[in-house]
């Protein structure tokens, strides 16, 4: 059981130059998010989803589109890299709980992408 | 909106000492709440959780308990080892909503 697997697990890019950081879990989770850790500002929620089709916009969205095809892979996309988006990425996902929350779950993370933009 | 409060750190402790990292919230209705720790290069793992008032949390002798009075999720262990040296995270999750909203973080240093 692999949980989250995120590939690439350093880059480097320039400005201007786009890219896709992959997440893939194989636990038939329905809600899958991306965050960027920044220090002293903890983690950020980029975009999220409920499930295969459906993605919605989260606290820091802007330069970043997703799509989620599957339930399986929830990619994200730079289009046109800002060193403000050098970060550290996390993709995580759980669950669906009885309500429609996942309040009784825990989040599973990948182990993070690195990304500095020059 | 919601939002999650932690002490900052770093938080420096000699081995077998005793921990406490604040965290205080604020949200409407009946979040539930959550302890994780990130250990060096790793993605973050979840400690211990709450989902409702007064609820504790255990695991790996770290405790919280969820209180809504004092609108509270302090993480505390009465004996610390060098080995849970790692950034702690609370967040918490607002009733009906996926959402995980999280806290800055706060490194913890354990020295023999």
């Known amino acids: 059981n692999a949980g989250v697997t995120q590939t690439p697990k350093f880059q480097v890019l320039k400005t201007g130059q786009s890219m896709t950081l992959q997440c893939a879990q194989d636990?038939?989770?329905?809600?899958m998010s991306w965050y960027r850790q920044d220090p002293g500002m903890g983690l950020r929620l980029i975009h999220y989803?409920?499930?295969?089709?459906?993605?919605d916009q989260g606290e820091v969205p802007n330069g970043y589109n997703v799509s989620r095809s599957t339930t399986e892979d929830f990619p994200l996309r730079l289009l046109s890299a800002a060193p403000s988006q050098t970060s550290v990425y996390f993709c995580?996902?759980?669950?669906?709980?009885?309500?429609?929350?996942?309040?009784?779950?825990?989040?599973?993370f990948g182990s993070g992408t690195r990304l500095t933009v020059v | 909106g919601d939002s999650v409060t932690q002490m900052e750190g770093p938080v420096t402790l000699s081995e077998e000492a005793f921990l406490t990292i604040n965290c205080t919230y604020t949200a409407t209705g009946y979040p539930s709440l959550f302890w994780y720790v990130q250990y060096p290069g790793e993605g973050l793992q979840l400690l211990l959780k709450a989902t409702k008032a007064d609820d504790k949390g255990s695991n790996k002798g770290f405790e919280a308990t969820y209180r809504k009075e004092t609108t509270s999720f302090h993480l505390e262990k009465g004996s610390v080892q060098v080995s849970d040296s790692a950034v702690y995270f609370c967040?918490?999750?607002?009733?009906?909503?996926?959402?995980?909203?999280f806290g800055t973080g706060t490194r913890l240093q354990v020295f023999p």
């Open positions: 967040a918490l999750m607002g009733y009906n909503t996926d959402k995980l909203i």
């Open positions: 995580a996902s759980t669950r669906s709980g009885s309500r429609g929350s996942t309040a009784n779950y825990g989040y599973t």
């Open positions: 636990m038939n989770h329905e809600y």
């Open positions: 989803s409920v499930g295969a089709g459906i993605t």
